[in-house]
């Protein structure tokens, strides 16, 4: 059974950092995997896809990559501000699947 | 840009009560999720549907769960007979295919059971 693990659980950095969220995963055999935001009490927004054949992308001051053969992937948010303070969440699509595994997540605070 | 449409955002019900939760998903949009979170925990997968029928389900989703498309727009989740461990955020989600393709999430139901 596929199992993700995300460190740390939380995160406090001063506004400005650049920062590393960090995701595991025990099964390499994956189709893709999704970075989320979640605000409090609220749904998930897709930040960045990696299709299994891809080794990262990147949108805007966040830059997601994929080691299937280490079965970790990584979320780099450059110039940290206090609108980035949130919950993410990764995921990602089994092969053989049709569902997502997600992580617990890593609660981010951007402190002004 | 597309989204997908939760509806209501939350509800309270009784012990025993029946309900059902409401979903848009993207129009162009073939596969269709439900997942919940239970406050403070993973975001869990219930069930997929694609074609009409259910394509996988988590153990989770017991005799209690079903799902339906009505029609053309909606997506739907019943509890037949709600119980205090069904509180929990629950979550919608269409993709435009199968592997391969994102998912998009609504923003959620919260379902309370007193």
């Known amino acids: 059974k596929q199992e993700v693990t995300q460190i740390p659980a939380a995160l406090s950095v001063p506004e400005g950092e650049n920062l590393v969220l960090n995701c595991s995963f025990t099964d390499s055999a994956i189709y893709n995997l999704q970075w989320f935001r979640q605000d409090p009490g609220k749904g998930l927004t897709s930040l960045l896809l990696i299709q299994s054949s891809q080794r990262e992308q990147t949108s805007g001051r966040l830059n997601a990559s994929l080691d299937k053969s280490s079965g970790r992937s990584t979320l780099y948010i450059a110039a940290s501000q206090p609108g980035d303070s949130a919950t993410y969440l990764c995921?990602?699509?089994?092969?053989?699947?049709?569902?997502?595994?997600f992580g617990k997540g890593t609660k981010l605070s951007v402190i002004p | 840009e597309p989204e997908v449409t939760q509806t209501p955002s939350h509800q309270v019900t009784q012990m025993g009560q029946e309900v059902i939760l409401r979903c848009v998903p993207i129009s162009n949009h073939l596969y269709f999720y439900w997942y919940r979170q239970i406050l403070g925990q993973k975001v869990e997968f219930l069930v997929s549907?694609?074609?009409?029928?259910?394509?996988?389900k988590s153990e989770i989703f017991d005799d209690q769960f079903s799902v339906e498309r009505p029609d053309g727009s909606n997506f739907t989740l019943k509890i037949r007979s709600t119980k205090l461990e069904d509180s929990a955020m629950y979550f919608c989600?269409?993709?435009?295919?199968?592997?391969?393709?994102?998912?998009?999430f609504g923003s959620g139901t919260r379902l309370t059971v007193v």
């Open positions: 549907f694609y074609n009409n029928e259910i394509s996988e």
């Open positions: 989600a269409s993709s435009p295919g199968g592997a391969g393709y994102g998912y998009t």
């Open positions: 995921a990602d699509w089994g092969a053989g699947s049709y569902q997502l595994t």
